[in-house]
Protein backbone atom coordinates (compact mmCIF):
# COMPACT_ATOMS: atom_id res chain seq x y z
CA UNK A 1 0.00 0.00 0.00
CA UNK A 2 1.37 3.54 -0.94
CA UNK A 3 1.66 5.91 1.61
CA UNK A 4 -1.45 8.75 1.93
CA UNK A 5 -1.11 11.70 0.78
CA UNK A 6 0.98 14.55 2.80
CA UNK A 7 -1.14 16.83 4.51
CA UNK A 8 0.58 20.44 4.30
CA UNK A 9 0.28 23.03 6.98
CA UNK A 10 -1.05 25.73 4.96
CA UNK A 11 -3.00 25.59 1.11
CA UNK A 12 -4.42 28.55 -0.88
CA UNK A 13 -8.11 27.98 -1.86
CA UNK A 14 -8.34 29.54 -5.46
CA UNK A 15 -11.88 28.41 -6.46
CA UNK A 16 -13.31 31.74 -7.55
CA UNK A 17 -12.77 33.75 -9.93
CA UNK A 18 -9.56 34.13 -9.99
CA UNK A 19 -8.40 32.41 -13.58
CA UNK A 20 -10.75 34.68 -15.51
CA UNK A 21 -9.17 37.98 -13.51
CA UNK A 22 -5.67 36.80 -14.21
CA UNK A 23 -6.47 36.38 -17.92
CA UNK A 24 -8.05 39.41 -18.25
CA UNK A 25 -4.96 41.59 -16.68
CA UNK A 26 -3.12 38.93 -19.50
CA UNK A 27 -5.66 40.50 -22.20
CA UNK A 28 -6.13 43.55 -21.64
CA UNK A 29 -2.31 43.93 -21.25
CA UNK A 30 -2.71 45.74 -17.67
CA UNK A 31 -0.40 43.78 -15.85
CA UNK A 32 1.73 46.11 -14.00
CA UNK A 33 0.10 48.35 -10.84
CA UNK A 34 -2.25 50.13 -12.66
CA UNK A 35 -5.67 48.85 -13.38
CA UNK A 36 -9.07 48.16 -12.32
CA UNK A 37 -8.46 45.26 -10.15
CA UNK A 38 -6.58 47.42 -7.75
CA UNK A 39 -9.12 49.94 -7.49
CA UNK A 40 -12.15 47.20 -7.36
CA UNK A 41 -9.89 45.48 -4.36
CA UNK A 42 -8.77 48.17 -2.50
CA UNK A 43 -12.58 49.63 -2.55
CA UNK A 44 -14.08 45.92 -1.87
CA UNK A 45 -11.53 45.61 1.05
CA UNK A 46 -12.54 48.70 2.76
CA UNK A 47 -16.36 47.82 2.32
CA UNK A 48 -15.36 44.62 4.15
CA UNK A 49 -13.73 45.79 6.91
CA UNK A 50 -15.74 48.61 7.45
CA UNK A 51 -13.25 51.70 7.02
CA UNK A 52 -13.14 54.35 4.36
CA UNK A 53 -9.40 53.61 3.15
CA UNK A 54 -7.77 50.44 2.20
CA UNK A 55 -4.35 51.28 0.34
CA UNK A 56 -2.85 47.69 -1.45
CA UNK A 57 0.48 47.09 -1.18
CA UNK A 58 3.29 44.61 -2.34
CA UNK A 59 3.20 42.30 0.95
CA UNK A 60 2.46 42.49 4.48
CA UNK A 61 5.65 43.57 5.66
CA UNK A 62 5.84 46.50 3.64
CA UNK A 63 2.15 47.57 4.49
CA UNK A 64 3.17 47.58 8.28
CA UNK A 65 6.51 49.31 7.43
CA UNK A 66 4.16 51.93 5.31
CA UNK A 67 1.93 52.33 7.92
CA UNK A 68 4.44 53.58 10.65
CA UNK A 69 5.71 55.88 8.06
CA UNK A 70 2.35 57.37 7.35
CA UNK A 71 2.28 57.46 11.40
CA UNK A 72 5.37 59.17 11.44
CA UNK A 73 7.38 56.98 13.60
CA UNK A 74 10.95 57.30 13.39
CA UNK A 75 14.53 57.26 15.33
CA UNK A 76 14.13 57.64 18.85
CA UNK A 77 10.59 56.25 19.11
CA UNK A 78 9.68 53.03 21.06
CA UNK A 79 6.57 50.84 19.70
CA UNK A 80 5.54 48.48 21.73
CA UNK A 81 5.44 44.72 20.34
CA UNK A 82 4.00 41.64 21.46
CA UNK A 83 7.08 38.96 21.76
CA UNK A 84 5.12 36.34 20.39
CA UNK A 85 4.30 37.31 16.87
CA UNK A 86 6.09 36.92 13.30
CA UNK A 87 9.22 38.91 13.30
CA UNK A 88 7.98 41.21 10.69
CA UNK A 89 5.51 42.83 13.43
CA UNK A 90 9.21 43.87 14.99
CA UNK A 91 11.52 44.66 11.76
CA UNK A 92 9.05 47.23 10.10
CA UNK A 93 9.57 49.39 13.80
CA UNK A 94 13.43 48.47 13.20
CA UNK A 95 13.43 49.34 9.36
CA UNK A 96 11.56 53.14 10.88
CA UNK A 97 14.90 53.44 12.88
CA UNK A 98 12.65 52.97 16.04
CA UNK A 99 12.73 50.56 19.00
CA UNK A 100 10.37 47.70 19.14
CA UNK A 101 10.14 47.12 22.97
CA UNK A 102 8.23 43.79 23.72
CA UNK A 103 5.14 42.55 26.48
CA UNK A 104 4.08 39.32 27.19
CA UNK A 105 0.99 37.24 26.27
CA UNK A 106 -2.04 35.56 27.63
CA UNK A 107 -0.88 31.96 27.62
CA UNK A 108 -4.06 30.88 26.61
CA UNK A 109 -5.12 32.83 23.46
CA UNK A 110 -1.31 34.02 23.03
CA UNK A 111 -2.91 37.33 22.05
CA UNK A 112 -0.87 40.35 24.31
CA UNK A 113 -1.13 40.50 27.43
CA UNK A 114 -3.01 44.13 28.13
CA UNK A 115 -2.57 44.04 32.09
CA UNK A 116 1.34 44.01 31.20
CA UNK A 117 0.86 46.67 28.32
CA UNK A 118 1.03 49.63 31.01
CA UNK A 119 4.36 48.87 32.67
CA UNK A 120 6.02 48.69 28.78
CA UNK A 121 4.77 52.96 28.35
CA UNK A 122 7.92 55.12 28.25
CA UNK A 123 8.34 59.12 27.57
CA UNK A 124 9.29 57.47 23.85
CA UNK A 125 6.42 55.20 23.48
CA UNK A 126 4.38 56.51 20.20
CA UNK A 127 2.72 53.38 19.25
CA UNK A 128 1.56 49.93 20.30
CA UNK A 129 0.85 47.42 17.51
CA UNK A 130 -1.65 44.66 18.83
CA UNK A 131 -1.18 41.58 17.02
CA UNK A 132 -4.53 39.78 16.22
CA UNK A 133 -2.03 36.29 16.54
CA UNK A 134 -3.47 33.09 14.81
CA UNK A 135 -6.78 34.55 13.99
CA UNK A 136 -8.11 35.80 17.12
CA UNK A 137 -8.71 39.78 18.13
CA UNK A 138 -6.65 41.33 20.68
CA UNK A 139 -8.96 42.84 23.28
CA UNK A 140 -8.63 46.35 21.63
CA UNK A 141 -10.74 47.93 24.06
CA UNK A 142 -8.03 47.20 27.23
CA UNK A 143 -5.53 48.75 24.31
CA UNK A 144 -7.53 51.71 23.30
CA UNK A 145 -7.83 52.77 27.05
CA UNK A 146 -4.09 52.44 27.39
CA UNK A 147 -3.13 54.18 24.00
CA UNK A 148 -5.71 57.39 24.78
CA UNK A 149 -4.40 57.48 28.21
CA UNK A 150 -0.64 58.11 26.83
CA UNK A 151 -1.45 59.76 23.52
CA UNK A 152 -0.31 56.95 21.65
CA UNK A 153 -1.11 55.42 17.99
CA UNK A 154 -2.87 52.05 18.00
CA UNK A 155 -0.96 49.93 14.67
CA UNK A 156 -3.38 46.88 14.55
CA UNK A 157 -1.03 43.72 12.54
CA UNK A 158 -4.14 42.05 11.53
CA UNK A 159 -2.01 40.19 8.82
CA UNK A 160 -3.39 36.47 10.34
CA UNK A 161 -6.71 37.88 11.30
CA UNK A 162 -8.87 39.40 7.72
CA UNK A 163 -12.92 38.66 8.83
CA UNK A 164 -12.02 37.93 12.39
CA UNK A 165 -14.30 40.39 14.78
CA UNK A 166 -13.82 42.20 18.57
CA UNK A 167 -16.88 42.98 19.54
CA UNK A 168 -18.82 42.23 16.14
CA UNK A 169 -16.22 44.96 14.99
CA UNK A 170 -13.76 43.70 12.29
CA UNK A 171 -10.26 43.84 12.30
CA UNK A 172 -8.55 46.81 10.28
CA UNK A 173 -10.71 49.55 11.84
CA UNK A 174 -9.85 49.01 15.70
CA UNK A 175 -7.22 51.41 15.82
CA UNK A 176 -5.67 54.07 13.90
CA UNK A 177 -4.60 52.00 10.95
CA UNK A 178 -4.01 47.87 10.03
CA UNK A 179 -1.68 45.83 8.50
CA UNK A 180 -2.90 42.95 6.51
CA UNK A 181 -0.67 40.08 4.76
CA UNK A 182 -2.25 38.15 1.63
CA UNK A 183 1.10 36.05 1.78
CA UNK A 184 -0.20 32.73 0.10
CA UNK A 185 -0.79 31.04 3.34
CA UNK A 186 -3.01 33.64 5.05
CA UNK A 187 -6.92 33.76 5.12
CA UNK A 188 -7.15 35.25 2.04
CA UNK A 189 -4.46 35.70 -0.83
CA UNK A 190 -2.86 37.43 -3.67
CA UNK A 191 0.05 35.03 -3.82
CA UNK A 192 2.60 38.42 -2.60
CA UNK A 193 0.55 41.03 -0.85
CA UNK A 194 -1.02 43.18 1.84
CA UNK A 195 -3.16 45.91 2.48
CA UNK A 196 -3.48 48.88 5.03
CA UNK A 197 -7.06 50.25 6.36
CA UNK A 198 -7.54 53.78 7.90
CA UNK A 199 -10.67 55.72 8.39
CA UNK A 200 -8.36 58.72 8.68
CA UNK A 201 -8.40 60.61 5.57
CA UNK A 202 -5.21 62.44 6.13
CA UNK A 203 -3.31 59.37 6.90
CA UNK A 204 -4.59 57.17 4.34
CA UNK A 205 -3.00 60.59 1.65
CA UNK A 206 0.17 59.66 3.25
CA UNK A 207 0.03 55.94 2.99
CA UNK A 208 -0.58 57.01 -0.78
CA UNK A 209 2.11 59.20 -1.08
CA UNK A 210 4.60 57.17 0.65
CA UNK A 211 3.54 53.96 -1.09
CA UNK A 212 4.05 55.82 -4.84
CA UNK A 213 7.57 56.96 -4.23
CA UNK A 214 6.84 59.87 -2.63
CA UNK A 215 5.69 61.22 -5.88
CA UNK A 216 3.49 64.36 -5.61
CA UNK A 217 -0.36 63.39 -6.53
CA UNK A 218 -0.72 67.17 -8.40
CA UNK A 219 2.86 67.26 -9.92
CA UNK A 220 4.40 64.43 -11.38
CA UNK A 221 8.02 63.65 -11.11
CA UNK A 222 8.23 65.99 -7.76
CA UNK A 223 8.90 64.23 -4.50
CA UNK A 224 8.47 66.10 -1.78
CA UNK A 225 9.28 63.22 0.60
CA UNK A 226 12.05 60.34 0.38
CA UNK A 227 9.06 57.24 -0.27
CA UNK A 228 9.20 53.82 -1.39
CA UNK A 229 8.05 51.08 -4.25
CA UNK A 230 5.28 49.63 -2.75
CA UNK A 231 2.54 48.77 -5.24
CA UNK A 232 0.54 46.50 -5.37
CA UNK A 233 0.25 45.10 -9.14
CA UNK A 234 -3.19 44.60 -11.11
CA UNK A 235 -2.22 40.56 -11.44
CA UNK A 236 -2.30 40.38 -7.81
CA UNK A 237 -5.38 42.68 -7.30
CA UNK A 238 -6.88 40.49 -10.03
CA UNK A 239 -6.58 37.47 -7.56
CA UNK A 240 -7.57 39.25 -3.88
CA UNK A 241 -11.01 40.78 -5.67
CA UNK A 242 -11.44 36.70 -6.46
CA UNK A 243 -10.75 35.66 -2.69
CA UNK A 244 -12.59 38.51 -1.42
CA UNK A 245 -15.66 37.67 -3.52
CA UNK A 246 -15.84 34.41 -1.32
CA UNK A 247 -14.69 35.51 2.03
CA UNK A 248 -17.56 33.82 3.67
CA UNK A 249 -16.54 30.58 2.10
CA UNK A 250 -13.08 31.08 3.42
CA UNK A 251 -14.13 31.93 6.64
CA UNK A 252 -16.75 29.10 6.71
CA UNK A 253 -13.86 26.38 6.18
CA UNK A 254 -11.69 27.22 8.70
CA UNK A 255 -14.29 26.95 10.94
CA UNK A 256 -15.39 24.02 10.20
CA UNK A 257 -11.44 22.63 10.54
CA UNK A 258 -11.29 24.51 14.17
CA UNK A 259 -14.73 22.70 15.25
CA UNK A 260 -13.56 19.09 13.46
CA UNK A 261 -10.64 19.29 15.22
CA UNK A 262 -12.33 20.35 18.78
CA UNK A 263 -14.45 17.14 18.78
CA UNK A 264 -11.50 15.31 17.94
CA UNK A 265 -9.56 16.65 20.04
CA UNK A 266 -11.67 16.63 22.94
CA UNK A 267 -10.55 12.90 24.66
CA UNK A 268 -6.85 14.40 24.54
CA UNK A 269 -7.63 17.10 27.01
CA UNK A 270 -5.64 15.64 29.85
CA UNK A 271 -2.49 16.09 27.42
CA UNK A 272 -2.97 18.86 25.11
CA UNK A 273 -5.29 22.55 25.36
CA UNK A 274 -6.98 22.90 21.91
CA UNK A 275 -7.35 26.94 21.20
CA UNK A 276 -9.17 29.08 23.74
CA UNK A 277 -11.34 32.06 22.36
CA UNK A 278 -12.10 35.11 24.05
CA UNK A 279 -15.69 35.78 24.65
CA UNK A 280 -15.29 39.26 22.71
CA UNK A 281 -13.84 37.76 20.06
CA UNK A 282 -14.95 36.00 16.28
CA UNK A 283 -11.84 33.99 15.66
CA UNK A 284 -11.00 32.38 11.95
CA UNK A 285 -8.22 30.00 12.76
CA UNK A 286 -5.65 31.37 10.70
CA UNK A 287 -3.82 28.59 12.61
CA UNK A 288 -5.47 26.11 14.72
CA UNK A 289 -2.98 26.10 17.72
CA UNK A 290 -2.65 23.35 20.53
CA UNK A 291 -0.93 23.66 23.75
CA UNK A 292 0.83 20.24 25.16
CA UNK A 293 0.04 19.82 28.53
CA UNK A 294 3.65 18.70 28.93
CA UNK A 295 5.87 22.24 28.57
CA UNK A 296 8.87 20.51 27.81
CA UNK A 297 10.19 21.79 24.48
CA UNK A 298 11.76 18.58 23.39
CA UNK A 299 8.90 16.89 24.13
CA UNK A 300 7.04 18.75 21.53
CA UNK A 301 9.64 18.68 18.83
CA UNK A 302 9.41 14.75 19.42
CA UNK A 303 5.62 14.83 18.81
CA UNK A 304 6.22 16.96 15.75
CA UNK A 305 8.87 14.54 14.03
CA UNK A 306 6.26 11.85 14.93
CA UNK A 307 3.48 13.57 13.19
CA UNK A 308 5.74 14.56 10.64
CA UNK A 309 6.49 10.43 10.03
CA UNK A 310 2.88 10.06 9.40
CA UNK A 311 2.94 12.62 6.74
CA UNK A 312 1.36 15.45 8.58
CA UNK A 313 3.08 18.73 8.43
CA UNK A 314 2.94 21.24 11.48
CA UNK A 315 4.78 24.13 12.48
CA UNK A 316 6.46 24.91 16.44
CA UNK A 317 4.79 28.11 17.98
CA UNK A 318 7.05 31.63 16.62
CA UNK A 319 10.60 31.91 18.87
CA UNK A 320 9.64 34.73 20.84
CA UNK A 321 11.36 37.83 19.43
CA UNK A 322 13.07 38.67 22.86
CA UNK A 323 14.65 35.89 22.26
CA UNK A 324 16.32 36.34 18.33
CA UNK A 325 19.74 37.12 18.07
CA UNK A 326 18.69 40.96 16.56
CA UNK A 327 16.52 41.84 19.66
CA UNK A 328 18.15 40.12 22.51
CA UNK A 329 19.00 42.29 25.55
CA UNK A 330 20.83 41.70 28.56
CA UNK A 331 18.53 44.44 30.64
CA UNK A 332 14.90 43.25 29.04
CA UNK A 333 12.35 41.33 31.47
CA UNK A 334 11.53 37.85 31.01
CA UNK A 335 8.20 37.13 29.54
CA UNK A 336 7.38 33.78 30.58
CA UNK A 337 4.20 33.07 28.70
CA UNK A 338 5.72 34.05 25.72
CA UNK A 339 8.55 31.49 26.15
CA UNK A 340 5.59 28.79 27.94
CA UNK A 341 3.49 29.04 24.65
CA UNK A 342 6.66 28.87 22.24
CA UNK A 343 7.79 25.61 24.50
CA UNK A 344 4.44 23.86 23.90
CA UNK A 345 2.63 24.80 20.91
CA UNK A 346 2.12 23.38 17.85
CA UNK A 347 0.14 24.65 14.68
CA UNK A 348 -1.94 22.19 12.76
CA UNK A 349 -2.57 21.90 9.80
CA UNK A 350 -4.92 24.39 9.17
CA UNK A 351 -6.71 25.59 5.77
CA UNK A 352 -9.67 25.28 3.42
CA UNK A 353 -8.79 22.40 1.83
CA UNK A 354 -9.17 19.95 4.59
CA UNK A 355 -11.34 16.92 4.05
CA UNK A 356 -13.00 15.43 7.10
CA UNK A 357 -10.63 12.15 6.77
CA UNK A 358 -7.30 14.83 6.31
CA UNK A 359 -8.45 15.91 10.28
CA UNK A 360 -9.64 12.13 11.38
CA UNK A 361 -5.85 11.71 10.24
CA UNK A 362 -4.47 14.22 12.20
CA UNK A 363 -6.07 13.17 15.52
CA UNK A 364 -5.20 9.69 15.40
CA UNK A 365 -1.78 10.71 14.92
CA UNK A 366 -1.98 13.00 17.66
CA UNK A 367 -3.56 10.76 19.90
CA UNK A 368 -0.58 8.04 18.93
CA UNK A 369 1.99 10.53 19.62
CA UNK A 370 0.60 11.61 22.98
CA UNK A 371 -0.23 7.70 24.11
C1 LIG B 1 2.49 37.09 7.63
C2 LIG B 1 2.69 38.11 8.70
C3 LIG B 1 3.31 39.35 8.45
C4 LIG B 1 4.03 39.68 7.18
O1 LIG B 1 3.37 39.49 6.01
P1 LIG B 1 4.15 39.14 4.65
O2 LIG B 1 3.06 39.25 3.63
O3 LIG B 1 4.68 37.76 4.79
O4 LIG B 1 5.22 40.14 4.44
C5 LIG B 1 3.35 40.29 9.48
N1 LIG B 1 2.85 40.02 10.69
C6 LIG B 1 2.28 38.84 10.98
C7 LIG B 1 1.73 38.62 12.35
C8 LIG B 1 2.21 37.84 10.01
O5 LIG B 1 1.68 36.65 10.31
Redesign the pocket.
Known sequence: MSAPPRIPVAAPVLDGRERDYVLECLDTGWISSIGRFIEAFETAFAEACGVRHAVACN????A?HLALVALGIGPGDEVIVPSL??V??ANTVTYCGATPVFVDNDPLTFNLDVAALEARVTPRTRAIMP?H?YGQPVDMDGVLEVARRHGLFVLE?A??AMGARYKGRPAGALGDCAAF???GN?IITTG???MVTTDDDALAARLRLYRGQGMDPARRYWFPVIGYNYRMTNIAAAIGLAQLERIEAHLAARRRVAAGYDARLAPLRERLITPVTAPFADHVYWMYTIQLANPDRAYRDQVMAALDADGIETRPVFHPLHTLPPYVRSDAPPLPNAELCAARGINLPSHGRLTEADLDRVAASLSRALA
Not at 59 to 62: L, V
Open positions: NGTTLTYASVLDAESLFKEGG
